[in-house]
């Protein structure tokens, strides 16, 4: 399961001995974890690797990683948080993952309620979606929160559960509550169970399309996430268009891309500008760097005029200025200044 260096924001694997209150986020863009309570690594239960993170039912147990713009996933286009989950009970009321400050109304929420799995978007007013799924078994399931665009789905081991709109954008960073927590500190609340494999991207990890008719699948990983090496490739142009082979939102480290330019009616292809500069059509790109690449399209029109060709006569223009010249070339003309 590949998170793109691009759009990966966390990834904890929850890897470590028997009893450890330690762990570490693949990306690199997080240190500090506070495993609070009896929060633990446990090596007697795991989704895949050796071990995964255990929560057992005891006060205040949670993991608090401090939050950053990382975590405030309504300002990305698109998000994606990914987690596998177990419970010690089946068919409780539990809060997974909480973001923000709930009091002062600036929050992401997901919790399974007595209703089913749900997650809730709280800037001042909460929206959410709502589910009649839970979980009432023992075993390792799927959960993902899929946003795309101002739409987000919930899934539970593939299949979609949930849905709602929302164009709310709390301000976490600002409203950090005490952080991002895995788990909840009230009694009534609290995960008692393990979870692994978590991920946070900006990105649309699963190709998700969320409805309003929860009729959308995505794959369920079979392995745990891996931090990749990727590169974005940006192209622009004007009277014309881009497209790329293979179109994706990134790019595996050395791998090559096919730029074709399409230009509008009217014009014709003329180069390549921006980081590679070619007039090769099409254009064989290298993803080695993040790049950025602009087609150039030109009018369509009488033809350029050549350096020096059969047919063409220069003579200076008559009762003019000595630096103007017409130039007859194929019987059209063209009036040139020198000066």
């Known amino acids: 399961m590949i998170v793109s260096s691009s759009f990966g924001k966390i990834i904890l694997n929850f890897e470590g001995l028997d009893g450890a209150v330690t762990t570490i986020d693949e990306t690199g863009r997080h240190s500090s974890f506070t495993f609070r309570g009896s929060a633990q690594i446990d090596t007697a239960q795991k989704k895949f690797g050796n071990s995964s993170l255990y929560l057992p039912d005891v006060s205040s147990t949670v993991l ?35 973001i923000g400050d709930e ?34 078994d023992t075993n390792w399931h799927h959960i993902v929160i899929a946003k795309k665009g101002t739409n987000y789905g919930v899934y539970l081991d ?24 895995i ?6 609340q609290r995960f008692r169970g393990h979870i692994d494999s978590l991920f946070f991207e900006a990105n649309n990890t699963f190709s998700a399309n969320p ?23 940006t192209t622009s142009s004007s009277n014309g268009t881009v497209t790329k082979n293979p ?4 790019y595996l480290e050395d791998s090559e891309v096919i730029l074709t330019p399409v230009p509008s009616t009217g014009y014709r292809f003329s180069s390549w500008s921006g980081d590679i500069v070619s007039s090769a059509n099409p254009l064989t790109v290298t993803m080695d760097a993040d790049k950025s690449i602009t087609a150039n399209f030109l009018k369509n029109g009488k033809p350029p005029l050549p350096y020096m060709v059969p047919n063409m006569r220069m003579a200076k223009v008559s009762n003019t200025n000595s630096n ?16």
Request: aromatic share 14%.
């Open 64 to 98: 608090k990683i401090p939050i950053t713009s990382d975590f405030r996933l309504t300002a990305f286009t698109d998000y994606t948080i990914s987690f596998f989950i177990r419970h010690t009970t089946g068919n409780q009321d539990e809060e997974y993952i909480k």
């Open 103 to 136: 009091a002062a109304g600036k929050s992401y929420l997901l919790n399974q309620s007595s209703n089913g799995i749900r997650f809730c978007i709280i800037d001042n007013t909460y929206s959410f979606s709502s589910s009649s799924s839970k979980i009432v």
């Open 158 to 181: 593939g299949t979609q559960i949930g849905f709602m709109t929302s164009t709310k954008n709390p301000d976490v960073v600002n409203y950090p509550g005490e952080g991002l927590m």
């Open 183 to 188: 788990g909840a500190t009230s009694v009534g």
């Open 211 to 233: 409805n309003v008719n929860n009729t959308d699948e995505i794959t369920v990983p079979t392995t745990a996430p891996v931090y990749t090496q990727t590169y974005v490739l």
């Open 247 to 250: 179109n994706t939102s990134y």
């Open 324 to 339: 103007k010249y017409k130039l007859d070339y194929f019987k059209m003309k063209y009036f040139l200044d020198f000066s």
